[in-house]
């Protein structure tokens, strides 16, 4: 399974993005997708997670801005971020399982700053 992120940016803070990553290759069926974290000096941490069904699951930082979704189809997720604030600056992560193993993307830098 590859996985290919894009969206990422330069926003002011207050402002919105929308993240998308793609699943490609061979295999069943993906199961639980999600998004991850990482900014300089920290940690990866987990951003939100939706599963085959569409349950989701999300951070406390970011509950109320951010909206994960899936288009099952596609086998693409999608993070919408709003309200941007500079502490959401980081290189987000999408990840993905196939049942089997898990996934994840290159990576693609969001930066929030005026």
């Known amino acids: 399974v590859q996985l290919q992120a894009c969206g990422g940016g330069l926003v002011q803070p207050g402002g919105s993005l929308r993240l998308s990553c793609a699943a490609s290759?061979?295999?069943?069926?993906?199961?639980?997708m999600g998004w991850y974290r990482q900014a300089p000096g920290k940690q990866r941490e987990l951003v939100a997670t939706?599963?085959?069904?569409?349950?989701?699951n999300y951070a406390d930082s970011v509950k109320g801005r951010f909206t994960i979704s899936r288009d099952n189809a596609k086998n693409t997720v999608y993070l919408q971020m709003n309200s941007l604030k500079p502490e959401d600056t980081a290189v987000y992560y999408c990840?993905?399982?196939?049942?089997?193993?898990?996934?994840w993307g290159q990576g693609t830098q969001v930066t929030v700053s005026s």
């Open positions: 990840s993905a399982d196939d049942f089997s193993y898990d996934y």
């Open positions: 939706i599963s085959l069904g569409g349950s989701t």
């Open positions: 290759g061979t295999f069943f069926s993906i199961n639980s």
